[in-house]
Nanobody, 124 residues
Framework: QVQLVESGGGLVQAGGSLRLSCAAS????????MGWFRRAPGKERDFVAA????????YYADSVKGRFTISRDYAKNTVYLQMNSLKPDDTAVYYC?????????????????WGQGTQVTVSS
């Protein structure tokens, strides 16, 4: 079993920054891709970013490329999402997730474990 706990969400003005954290416990942290997804009101859960188990491979949705950075700290069993130049369209509940061994990284159904989510609100 894996437990994922997100933190770091909040209210920020457009152009501002936030850093989300996701602390993992349980199953071996280093052997799995980790991802961030978000769900805006009335919308599906969308892929935001993912990081490989080595930590050198990172992947981003086009909408956040150049503004968001995903990273992981193996010593702390934690994944981060640094979000800069935030826009009102980034407003959503953000979830971290641990991927299953199979399937592509962009589909939420390919992730086994999820955190409870953290709200990010960007005001204009």
């Amino acid at each position: 079993q894996v437990q994922l706990v997100e933190s770091g969400g909040g209210l920020v003005q457009a152009g501002g920054s936030l850093r989300l954290s996701c602390a993992a416990s349980g199953r071996t942290f280093g052997g799995y891709f980790m991802g961030w997804f978000r769900r805006a009101p009335g919308k599906e859960r969308d892929f935001v970013a993912a990081i490989g188990w080595i930590g050198q491979s990172t992947y981003y949705a086009d909408s956040v490329k150049g503004r968001f950075t995903i990273s992981r700290d193996y010593a702390k069993n934690t994944v981060y999402l640094q979000m800069n130049s935030l826009k009102p369209d980034d407003t959503a509940v953000y979830y971290c997730a641990q991927k299953s061994p199979s399937g592509n990284i962009y589909v939420p159904e390919n992730y086994d474990y999820w955190g409870q989510g953290t709200q990010v609100t960007v005001s204009s």
